[in-house]
């Protein structure tokens, strides 16, 4: 079968207006990002995800943000296995803002769920195209003809092309709407642990991230903050300042102070020498005890119902005995390695921001609204971050860096010193947790109910996984109560799962030991139900050897939690130094995210997840005092070290459900399967986050 | 401002200067090496790790006077190549995650190779744990050096 076609080479095609192939996809070519296009002999791009040069090579856009997760090797992956590429011609470019790609937010633990068919979709159309033009080639049925590796075979008689060689053709086909896609048996490269793509370039300095951002004539600016939140300035001196050789300007922004240099060291010595007087306003009375009260206090209040199952409140009246808990956690920074920076150039009616963010359509609505430019004058580039949980989401210091932009004729860099980083935050948000739980006869659960105290009004920041408690409890009752705490918060990695696991797994666990169960086999009563749920606990149980004998003064803890589509269960073993001191031994996490694109990639999702939540139990607090944050930098906002470090070992469920995330899934159970091993070695249980050490 | 003349990376530089600038912003924002970084600016992260005359050195609470006359090696010039033993470890066990740590961590592993090129697990501990991941990448580093170890 041929393929006439009447186009020829050298003809402009238009990839905007009514009718033409490239749009039966929906696709809009990014490369270029611009709308109409040449015909190309040595380049074959049948849609926004991938271009097949003369030379061979695969290019994959793409589209999210690359901030260690993986994604950069893995999206690929996806694609290239359909394609039938040989992976070591693949290369792998960012693909900036463009509608092509729809919402490019990274977070969520979505970008392998979101983009999985439209991945495979991609590949394979490409596939089918490059089939096409052999079988026209050779004149033969493009039933006879199979991609394998980078070339395109004819079966019966062996002869074959690559893809490069198939470019030229290919190119003037007209691009199928429907393709079959691979039986998953048949993936090559999905499944396996292929190395990150990328590696060389962070091992060797060259790798770009958003600080590292060069440009001719680039700026460098700080801004000078009022520590309280929401303080304004009265009056500023900057006399000092600008007699600094290589200060260029300062000037009041929104945010505070702008302090532009033509180097980072002249500018932080600037704003060491400017003189502000603030107006701290009326959050300068906020401390963390009087933010812990208001949240305690409001446990009283008249809550919002989530769930309520059965008649929790007319047998908890009848009960004859009730448990109850007060579960109160902090605030918590991100507080990734690469501060918040980002880089911004006005210049003849564009606006361009190259940005190391999660959230590039955040970053385009600050340029709109602050330059008041037409959506085609605004250029948002993505830049790899040094680090995300979810801090670069929030669209802050983009719009800083735009806003200063405004004010000075070259491209300038906003950058932010740690202590600034730390105490100008999104913060995970303080809650406060009050458990009931009555048990029947039998020692399970008859009654369970939480009430979670949120500092803010939006609830989706602190009560899911609350509402969604996957144990069969016959009469729940899941509410909340809100404030209006005026400190920042946003999402930071598993959002609301941080509080509503700890809560949820601590207190079913107390439970259970209150029932004198194994709190593994408790758990697995209660979720009967729950096949998944079971899958992980049961995995985790046995290759951890749960039940197994220890070694003399260590203990374990269990925890089971679901979040962002995945389920994950954790074994945590630890002991106590003489001097009081906890030792984290071992971490053994089963993870279940349906098909799994690179199981390493999994892995390192798992250790990073459970090192986030360890150093939370363990260091993790952002504290106020005269409305101010009181950490400023690693020594009173600690992290894990090596020498902290547990051996951690991840466990994939196998599954052939659609693939789901692992970024946040491994982080939930983690702080209370700590606690829950603490508690069977001390004997005593913690409700208040970050841990007081020394244990006694 | 003070004309200081140092090597970075076996090239000879002579600038007219603050002797009080970190030798970071020295070799980032003046001489464009921007593989070492700022993370925390008082010495407690190491991710501004390079090596002056050989020693592991915090470089953004080093002023660049303090590097006169010395020899700074930073990760771009660890090996011409990017394929010192380290380097090629933590390519095999795909160490980083989101790799901004990773110069730091890399310098900082190759001086203890050079002072011990047999650590044991403790002394990893020692040498390692002033080095900072927030996105848990050390059971990687600690294999990564032990398998490097067995080359050098």
């Known amino acids: ?696 | 401002m003070t004309q200081i003349k140092f090597k970075v990376n076996g090239k000879s530089y002579s600038l007219m200067i603050d002797p009080d600038t970190p030798l970071l912003w020295v070799l980032r924002d003046h001489l464009k090496l921007t593989g070492t970084k700022y993370s925390c600016g008082m010495g407690i992260c190491g991710c501004c790790t390079v090596h002056v005359d050989k020693q592991p050195t915090r470089s953004c609470i080093t002023p660049v006077s303090a590097v006169a006359g010395k020899a700074i090696v930073t990760i771009e010039g660890l090996d011409a190549n990017g394929l010192h033993p380290l380097q090629r470890a933590w390519i095999d066990g795909d160490v980083p995650q989101c790799g901004y740590c990773q110069p730091g961590q890399i310098m900082t592993a190759a001086a203890l190779l050079e002072e011990n090129p047999q650590p044991t697990d403790a002394d990893i501990d020692d040498a390692m744990s002033g080095t900072l991941c927030r996105c848990g990448t050390y059971q990687r580093i600690r294999n990564a050096i032990h398998q490097a170890a067995k080359e050098v």
């Not at chain 1, 729940?476 to 809100?482: E, F, G, N, R």
Request: aromatic fraction near 8%; charge should be neutral; include cysteine.
């Open chain 1, 1 to 696: 079968m041929t393929i006439s076609t009447t186009v020829s080479r050298r003809q402009f095609i238009k990839l905007t207006g009514a009718g033409t192939s490239a749009l039966i996809l929906g696709f809009a070519a990014p490369w270029a990002c611009a709308k109409d296009k040449v015909l190309s002999d040595t380049e074959f791009e049948p849609n926004a995800w991938v271009k097949i040069t003369s030379d061979d090579t695969i290019t994959v856009v793409m589209p999210r943000s690359e901030l260690g997760q993986k994604v950069w090797t893995a999206l690929p992956m996806i694609l290239a296995d359909e394609l039938e590429a040989d992976w070591s011609k693949v290369k792998v470019v960012q693909g900036h803002l463009n509608e092509a790609y729809g919402n490019q937010t990274t977070g969520g633990s979505k970008s392998v769920r979101t983009n999985y068919d439209a991945l495979r979709k991609a590949g394979a159309t490409a596939r089918e195209m490059l089939i096409t033009a052999a079988a026209n080639k050779w004149t033969v049925d493009r039933s006879e003809c199979r991609a394998e590796n980078n070339r395109i075979i004819h079966s019966s008689s062996g002869k074959s092309l690559s893809f490069g060689e198939l470019v030229e053709s290919a190119t003037l086909l007209p691009i199928p709407a429907d393709v079959p896609l691979k039986d998953p048996k048949d993936f090559k490269i999905i499944g396996r642990s292929i190395k990150s793509i990328d590696t060389a370039f962070k091992v060797d300095g060259s790798l770009e991230y958003g600080w590292d951002f060069q440009k001719p004539q680039l700026l460098t600016a700080v801004i000078a903050r009022c520590p309280v939140f929401g303080g304004t300035v009265v009056s500023f001196d900057s006399g000092e300042a600008l007699k600094i050789d290589g200060v260029v300007k300062i000037f009041p922004v929104l945010a505070g102070i702008a302090v532009v240099a033509r180097d980072t060291w002249t500018a932080l010595k600037a704003r060491k020498k400017l003189s502000v007087e603030w107006d701290n306003g009326s959050n300068a009375s906020l401390s963390s005890e009087n933010i812990s009260q208001k949240l305690n206090d409001n446990l009283t209040k008249t809550a919002k119902v989530l769930r309520k199952d059965g008649e929790p409140e007319r047998l908890l009246k009848k009960a004859e005995k009730v448990f109850d808990a007060v579960f109160e956690v902090p605030y918590l920074d991100h507080a990734p390695m690469e501060p918040m920076n980002c880089t911004a150039f006005i210049h003849d009616g564009v606006c361009e921001v190259w940005s190391p963010t999660q959230n590039p359509g955040g970053g385009f609505q600050a340029a709109k609204q602050i330059t008041g430019f037409e959506d085609a004058q605004i250029h948002i580039y993505t830049l790899r971050s040094g680090g995300g949980f979810g801090r670069r989401l929030q669209a802050d210091y983009v719009a800083d860096a735009i806003e200063v932009a405004t004010q000075v004729d070259a491209p300038v860099k906003v950058i932010r010193t740690r202590d600034e980083d730390i105490q100008h935050g999104f913060y995970r948000p303080t809650s406060v947790h009050k458990v009931q739980g009555v048990l029947g006869k039998d020692g399970f659960p008859t009654i369970w109910t939480h009430r979670v105290s949120g500092p803010v009004q939006w609830n989706g920041l602190f009560t899911p996984g609350a509402d969604e408690l996957a144990y069969g409890i016959k009469n729940q009752l899941i509410d909340y109560v809100t404030d209006e705490i005026p400190v920042p918060v946003g999402a930071w990695r598993s959002v609301s799962h941080t509080q509503t696991a700890f809560v949820n797994e601590c207190w079913i666990d107390e439970l259970a030991v209150r029932a004198d169960a194994d709190p593994v086999e408790y758990r697995r009563q209660l979720l009967k139900d729950k096949p998944r749920h079971l899958g992980v606990l049961n995995l985790v149980a046995d290759k951890s050897g749960w039940g197994k004998e220890l070694a003399p003064g260590h203990a374990r803890g269990v925890a089971v939690h679901y979040s962002f589509n995945s389920w994950a269960a954790m074994v945590v073993e630890v002991s106590l130094g003489n001097d009081g001191n906890l030792k984290i031994h071992q971490v053994d996490c089963a993870i279940d995210c349906g098909i799994v694109i690179n199981p390493d990639g999994v892995a390192a999702q798992v250790e990073g997840g459970v090192t986030l939540g360890l150093t939370a139990a363990l260091y993790g607090e952002i504290t106020l005092a005269g409305g101010q944050v009181r950490q400023s930098n690693f020594h009173n906002y600690r992290l894990l070290t090596m020498r902290d470090a547990p051996v951690i070992h991840t466990h994939i469920v196998k599954s052939t459900e659609k693939p789901t995330g692992a970024g946040e899934p491994p982080v939930p159970p983690t702080t209370p399967a700590l606690i829950n091993a603490i508690a069977k070695l001390t004997g005593k249980r913690i409700y208040h986050l970050p841990i007081q050490q020394p244990l006694t």
